[in-house]
């Protein structure tokens, strides 16, 4: 009898609940983690934040976009006027740093006038090394007769 009171005692007690694994089992046993809490995977922690890593790269782009188009109106202007008067993106590009250069508030400037392309012209090539003047020059220069001749 006292056999089966054991077994009747053994088996109306509570049973001991299952001690938390401390850090180093989390860390060798991943499959703790995926089963007892799906929320705390680390995999899905990974992809939580991708997303919203991605999602604020892709609201910074909008924003930056929006405000480079502001900017960017004179600017885009020039480049429209230089193709319908045929003038190669390079020299596009050295007609924006003459103006730039020159502190002229827009490239235009230099498209307008024949006086005004060619005094801002000089000065610009006034400011560069030597070795780069000739250069600059000829394509200033061919510029300046494919403009106003």
Same mark, same amino acid.
């Not at 003038?87 to 596009?92: A, K, P, R, Y």
């Not at 024949?114 to 000739?134: E, G, V």
């Not at 200033?140 to 007769?145: E, R, T, V, W």
């Given at each position: 009898?006292?056999?089966?009171?054991?077994?009747?005692?053994?088996?109306?007690?509570?049973?001991?609940?299952?001690?938390?694994?401390?850090?180093?089992?989390?860390?060798?046993?991943?499959?703790?983690?995926?089963?007892?809490?799906?929320?705390?995977?680390?995999?899905?922690?990974?992809?939580?934040?991708?997303?919203?890593?991605?999602?604020?790269?892709?609201?910074?782009?909008?924003?930056?976009?929006?405000?480079?188009?502001?900017?960017?109106?004179?600017?885009?202007?020039?480049?429209?006027?230089?193709?319908?008067?045929?003038?190669?993106?390079?020299?596009?590009?050295?007609?924006?740093?003459? *103006?730039?250069?020159?502190? %002229? =508030? #827009?490239?235009?400037?230099?498209? +307008?006038? @024949?006086?005004?392309?060619?005094? !801002?012209?000089? *000065?610009?090539?006034?400011? %560069? =090394? #030597?070795?780069?003047?000739?250069? +600059?020059? @000829?394509?200033?220069?061919?510029? !300046?007769?494919?403009?106003?001749?």
């Amino acid at each position: 009898m006292n056999s089966s009171w054991l077994l009747m005692l053994a088996l109306e007690s509570p049973r001991t609940p299952k001690t938390p694994p401390n850090v180093d089992e989390i860390f060798t046993n991943w499959q703790w983690i995926n089963h007892s809490d799906p929320l705390m995977s680390p995999l899905w922690a990974i992809a939580i934040m991708s997303v919203i890593i991605f999602a604020m790269l892709v609201l910074r782009i909008i924003k930056w976009r929006r405000s480079s188009n502001r900017q960017d109106g004179p600017l885009l202007v020039f480049h429209q006027v230089a193709k319908q008067l045929e003038i190669d993106i390079t020299t596009q590009w050295l007609l924006i740093k003459v *103006a730039q250069q020159q502190g %002229l =508030p #827009n490239p235009l400037t230099l498209l +307008i006038c @024949d006086s005004t392309f060619a005094h !801002h012209a000089k *000065a610009y090539i006034k400011s %560069l =090394p #030597n070795h780069r003047q000739k250069h +600059i020059l @000829d394509q200033l220069s061919h510029a !300046h007769q494919h403009l106003f001749a």
